[in-house]
């Protein structure tokens, strides 16, 4: 037996290796992998980079190489199938044909790729997530939240630059009715795999300054369905479940609506009908607010007109009374007079009856006795007579004097009347809600009431502050009573 080695070079190794492998494995392959890189050189040539991950950790990787007349055809067909370009961190089913090459070592040439393969992963994803949140009871968690009346302080993740964000924009800030809103945009990347950090980064930020927000929007153009696949993620779409604020989403137009859609307190399909959705929130509040303004104005003309008749009518009762009062005078006075008259006839006969007594007694007396008596008789006479005047002119003064206080008193007592009822109308002005918010003050509600002992507020409440221009959407912070000293 010989002792000498048996020597090869390593050009004789690796083309013996590259004609094994060339013998063993001559038929085609579908392999399934994650192209971690596409490696898309200039002369048309691809050097994809093919993993397999488990746990999130690389368990197997190789070379691919992809010439470009193949290439070409491949992503033809990839984009009218996916309506999205071939791209990094997509997982793919490959046909490969296994190589070596004596510089190159072992690879895979890769001459197609079945796009529809990649559909059916992003649904297994979306159907995964779909199951992971709704065992976890959150599915539906953001769209138990209170919606704000009026969602007027939105914060956006988007991109600056989006077709949806302008068309958005022009939708909220070029409506007739001159609604305003507050945005801030939290710039985001919206598609890929940098989507899903991207994203719930801006999220945690709108989080630790939510009290200046009354709700979150994703906005983002249209795409196809590998460019929507990061709305699937599950890790994105339980951060929009459980986000603290009303999330809603206008992300392009989809056959098939994402998982982060339906978690979202509301999906429109496109970021003009969000902005839509905003404007007919405002409108909804704004048309009853007119119809009870009309209805207050209403109500107070009627309230107006309901005074004014009443104190009409008692005008007109206050006259008849008044007549009533004078004729009632007058009646008295005549009957006071005819019973004096009546009763100085009677003392009067009377009295001339006794002269006439006296007279047939004296007539036997002394005539000095007679001439005393007759101007006795005549001083009565003169006396009595003043009497009846003095008494005729008392009753006629007290009778002036009743009508001449009635002449002056009526138009006195319509005169406060009158003030009464122009101090009244002033008051119904005055309390126009309107008038009130236009000198400055404004009108806190709770649950849509006015804030009092009834309708009591906490820290953490959220509260309603209405101006003449604005309607405010406040958190209580502290609650400090009022000792009115």
């Not at 196809?224 to 599950?234: A, P, Q, R, T, V």
């Amino acid at each position: 037996m010989s002792d000498e080695k048996q020597i090869f070079t390593l050009q004789q190794v690796t083309r013996s290796i590259q004609k094994v492998i060339e013998d063993r494995y001559s038929r085609l392959y579908w392999v399934q992998a994650e192209m971690h890189k596409l490696n898309f050189t200039n002369k048309g040539h691809c050097y994809p980079e093919l993993v397999q991950k488990e746990d999130g950790r690389i368990v197997a990787e190789m070379r691919g190489t992809i010439w470009k007349t193949q290439f070409d055809k491949i992503s033809r067909r990839f984009q009218e199938v996916v309506k999205e370009p071939l791209r990094d961190g997509l997982s793919l089913l490959f046909q490969v044909k296994i190589t070596f090459h004596p510089l190159y070592g072992m690879g895979l040439e890769i001459v197609d790729i079945d796009p529809t393969f990649a559909l059916g992963e992003l649904q297994k994803e979306r159907e995964e997530t779909l199951k992971r949140l709704t065992k976890e009871g959150i599915l539906n968690a953001n769209q138990r939240l209170h919606f704000p009346l009026l969602p007027q302080r939105i914060a956006i993740i988007s991109v600056d630059s989006s077709k949806g964000l302008s068309d958005f924009y022009a939708v909220v800030n070029q409506n007739p009715w001159n609604y305003t809103f507050f945005f801030m945009l939290f710039t985001a990347q919206l598609n890929g795999d940098l989507a899903v950090d991207s994203i719930q980064k801006q999220l945690k930020r709108i989080e630790k300054v939510k009290s200046h927000f009354d709700a979150v929007a994703i906005i983002r153009g249209g795409g196809g369905e590998i460019g929507l696949s990061c709305y699937n993620n599950y890790a994105l779409s339980k951060s929009i479940a459980t986000f603290p604020l009303p999330v809603l989403t206008g992300i392009g137009h989809s056959t098939n609506i994402t998982v982060s859609e339906m978690v979202s307190y509301r999906n429109s399909i496109t970021p003009t009908e969000l902005g839509e959705f905003l404007i007919q929130c405002f409108h909804n509040f704004a048309v009853p607010v007119q119809e009870a303004r009309k209805t207050i104005k209403t109500n107070v003309g009627r309230f107006m007109q309901t005074q004014k008749a009443e104190l009409a009518n008692e005008m007109r009762i206050f006259k008849n009374v008044s007549g009533q009062h004078v004729l009632k005078s007058k009646q008295l006075l005549s009957t006071y007079s005819k019973s004096i008259g009546t009763q100085i006839k009677f003392k009067f006969n009377q009295n001339r009856t006794e002269l006439d007594q006296l007279s047939a007694q004296l007539k036997r007396g002394v005539k000095t006795i007679k001439s005393v008596e007759n101007q006795q008789l005549a001083t009565y006479k003169t006396n009595l007579n003043k009497l009846i005047a003095q008494k005729i002119w008392q009753h006629h003064a007290t009778v002036d004097d009743v009508q001449l206080y009635i002449q002056q008193q009526m138009p006195k007592y319509f005169q406060r009347n009158l003030q009464a009822l122009t101090v009244l109308e002033k008051q119904i002005q005055l309390m126009d809600p309107n008038r009130l918010l236009k000198r400055g003050y404004s009108l806190s509600l709770f649950n849509g009431k006015v804030i009092n002992e009834t309708n009591p507020v906490t820290a953490g409440d959220k509260i309603e502050t209405r101006t003449f221009d604005l309607q405010i959407v406040s958190e209580v912070i502290e609650i400090k009573k009022n000792n009115h000293e």
